[in-house]
């Protein structure tokens, strides 16, 4: 089974429904759903969502809507090791971008799905939009 890593922007587009993103994100779920792929975030996915969600939720609606996420993915570890590696990578020009992309690597999924390509352009591992990895397991 695919390990996809869900970057927190694919995240937020599902959970405030952000157009036109909302729905890539919702057909990404829908195939994990299914048990098709396995999704996986970091801790640090809830600690920024939560902050993003909380700028147009209260604080409970905020909570209710991110225990409700938590059933769908597995939370992987950010550990120390990915925090050094984060630090002393100098292609990374946004460290939570190498946060993530560290996260992804050291806990072995096999695609890191973002909306944010370009920080990712030096990856070791596959790195896709939602929409272009929907479209290549459609020509499968």
């Known amino acids: 089974m695919t390990r996809l890593y869900i970057d927190t922007n694919i995240i937020i587009d599902l959970l405030a ?4 993103f909302y729905q890539s994100a919702a ?7 299914q048990r098709e792929v396995k999704l996986s975030v970091s801790s640090l996915t809830f600690a920024n969502t939560n902050y993003i969600l909380s700028k147009h939720k209260s604080r409970i609606q905020t909570k209710e809507i991110l225990r409700k996420f938590k059933i769908l993915v597995r939370v992987i570890k950010l ?3 990915i925090v ?6 100098s292609d990374f020009s946004d460290f939570e971008d190498a946060l993530q992309y560290f996260t992804a690597l050291e806990n072995k999924q096999d695609i890191l799905i973002t909306r944010n390509l370009k ?6 591992l596959p790195v896709m939009t939602a929409e272009e990895y929907l479209t290549s397991i459609l020509k499968k």
């Open 79 to 81: 550990d120390a090791k």
């Open 17 to 20: 429904k952000r157009q036109p």
């Open 27 to 33: 057909d990404l779920f829908s195939i994990a759903d």
């Open 119 to 124: 920080d990712f352009k030096n990856a070791k």
């Open 84 to 89: 050094e590696l984060a630090l002393n990578d």
